[in-house]
């Protein structure tokens, strides 16, 4: 739920593009409003390695659980603080720069949450659920936080039709985000500490030696052993992220830009949608439990390399009034687009020791994520009209693909290695040097 709650948070701004375009973007086609809000958008996916490096070295350092608290409080008010700036009619210029350094604020703080989630789930759970852990968390909070805005839309659409929609409704979209604030009560209450965090702590204090998190800095991640598993990790976390911002990220513009589908009925459509997501993310989580993280990635984005790019040309093709043919392609777009990456996160958790798992896990994801949020924004300002977006969107679907099916191919399998890591030492070892005094191998001086 505290990630579905982050996610809740920036969807919201995917629902109301429309409006924040002309309101806080104003510009003189809609394509090029649209790709300015979308840059905001993309400003706030950029500042998220930032985020997972500062929060996730805490994370390590002091534990998940109390940086959750923080992350969850900071992106909940930070979103709220979207709703209050004033319109680019009252005060010109200041209302985009004062719209994109919130979203900068927020984007530090979505770049912690996954620096607690993505890890506190998979380290609390016994070894047989660690795979559905990763669907349920990562892509199924995803698709929980997707269907939350969908409802929010439903609702305040209904409650501020029309024009009202595009003067207060979205406004009022953004104060929701304090539900997501008011969860980190909750956490702070009720949820417990990593129990691998518990134990690495406990075992330095039996030891008497400096806990293994105080001999990690952030440069060890790109250093020594760990760069090339982090360098692999983020290629796998892009083309994940890609596939995802291109096709359910994307598809609350699509729908309403280029389908030209009436609000209220697409409320609905990227609600049925998003609940897909939480059962392909499920199962393709725990299917990576049973046959593998790397051959689960393989089989379902060697399938997506074909069906996303025919599932987006049929939608284009669509009839705006044809809900229900919309509402079966958008469904199956979104099952197989994140079933894509439902093993990443556990996969990620898995490539590194407990003492810097959150921030391995956290830079690998933003940094891959971040550079797929971007895509969305090159796939409208590539696109000099609307009805350009289809073929510029089919291009980059099958790059993106291709791009994780390259990465993955590339990487070992993981599963069952959380606890058969090697322990963390980021400077190789002496070899040994004889002495003349060191008896031989057959006793001789």
């Given amino acids: 739920m505290g990630w579905a709650f982050d996610l809740f948070d920036l969807f919201l701004l995917l629902y109301v593009a429309g409006p924040v375009g002309s309101v806080i973007f104003p510009a003189e086609s809609q394509t090029l409003s649209l790709a300015l809000v979308f840059a905001s958008f993309a400003v706030s996916i950029v500042m998220r390695p930032g985020g997972a490096a500062f929060f996730g070295e805490l994370a390590d350092r002091i534990g998940r659980k109390k940086i959750m608290v ?21 005060v010109g ?4 720069i004062m719209f994109i350094a919130i979203r900068i604020v927020q984007g530090l ?30 892509g199924g909070g995803a698709g929980l936080g997707a269907a939350l805005a969908s409802i929010a839309f439903i609702v305040i659409t209904q409650l501020f039709p029309g024009e009202a929609f595009n ?9 929701t985000g304090l539900l997501g604030a008011a969860l980190s009560l909750f956490v702070l ?11 690495a702590q406990a075992e330095a204090t039996r030891s008497g030696v400096a806990a ?3 001999k990690m800095r952030f440069k060890d991640l790109f250093t ?5 598993i982090t360098l692999l990790n983020i290629a796998v976390a892009a083309g994940a992220g890609a596939q995802y911002y291109l096709t359910s990220g994307f598809m609350p513009t699509f729908l309403g830009s280029v389908v030209g589908m009436p609000a209220s009925a697409r409320g609905w459509v990227l609600l049925g949608a998003s609940l897909g997501v939480v059962v392909a993310a499920g199962a393709a989580g725990e299917l990576s439990e049973r046959i593998g993280r790397r051959r689960t990635m393989l089989y379902i984005g060697g399938a997506n390399v074909v069906a996303l790019p025919l599932i987006v040309r049929g939608l284009a093709s669509s009839e705006p009034s ?6 079966l392609l958008t469904v199956v777009l979104a099952f197989f687009a994140n079933a894509a990456y439902a093993p990443v996160m556990i996969f990620l958790n898995e490539r590194y020791p407990t003492a810097i798992r959150s921030r391995g896990t956290a830079i690998s994801w933003n940094t891959g994520f971040m550079l797929g949020g971007l895509l969305p924004t090159f796939v409208t300002l590539l696109s000099p009209e609307v009805s350009d977006i289809p073929s510029r969107l089919t291009v980059f679907i099958i790059g993106s693909v291709l791009v994780f099916l390259v990465a993955v191919a590339a990487s070992p399998e993981t599963r069952g290695a959380l606890e058969q890591l090697p322990p963390v030492d980021t400077d190789p070892p002496a070899p040994a040097i004889p002495t003349t005094s060191s008896p031989a191998a057959d006793g001789r001086p």
């Avoid at 210029?93 to 985009?96: D, H, K």
């Avoid at 044809?322 to 509402?327: F, N, P, S, V």
């Fill in 322 to 327: 044809a809900t229900g043919r919309i509402l």
């Fill in 93 to 96: 210029v200041a209302a985009p």
């Fill in 109 to 138: 703080f979505v770049g912690g949450v996954t620096a607690t989630t993505h890890t506190l789930g998979t380290e609390s759970v016994p070894a047989r659920w660690r795979g559905l852990m990763s669907g349920l968390v990562g």
């Fill in 224 to 228: 020594g052993r760990y760069r090339a």
């Fill in 189 to 199: 209450r009720k949820v417990e500490e990593s129990p691998m965090w518990l134990e």
């Fill in 70 to 90: 923080t992350v969850l409080a900071g992106v909940g008010l930070s979103t709220a603080a979207l709703g209050l700036v004033p319109s680019h009619d009252s």
């Fill in 167 to 175: 003067g207060w409704g979205w406004r009022v979209m953004f104060f």
């Fill in 212 to 214: 293994p998190t105080e």
